[in-house]
């Protein structure tokens, strides 16, 4: 069951992972005039690398699973692919938050 489950979330992959990299183009376009471009590009730049070297794995890993060692092997370093873009979210948020607008409520 387990190797069938990650099977399938191979499978899914590249067709979701995109979406990370679409998903921080907007955001880089609705903050990009309060934000250092520096940051900014920085921060884009690690959306397109990390979601590719994680396309690349799905792929590979996808094409050559084999015994439940590798198996778990592959999901293991699926999952350290998913936190690492999870990181960057909140990596973005914690570097992009002095610089965005405030607004108070009373």
Do not use: C, D
């Not at 387990?2 to 998903?23: D, H, M, Y």
């Not at 909140?90 to 607008?101: A, D, S, V, W």
């Amino acid at each position: 069951m387990f190797v069938e489950g990650v099977r399938s979330l191979l499978a899914g992959t590249p067709r979701s992972i995109p979406f990370n990299t679409v998903l921080a183009i907007v955001v880089a376009v609705i903050i990009r005039e309060s934000v250092p471009h520096t940051l900014l590009y920085i921060w884009l730049a690690a959306f397109v690398v990390i979601p590719a070297a994680r396309l690349m794995h799905a792929l590979y890993a996808k094409a050559r699973l084999g015994p439940i060692r590798q198996v778990r092997n592959h999901f293991i370093t699926y999952t350290v692919f998913t936190g690492m873009n999870g990181l960057l979210w909140g990596g973005g948020f914690i570097l992009f938050e002095p610089y965005l607008p405030t607004t108070k409520v009373a």
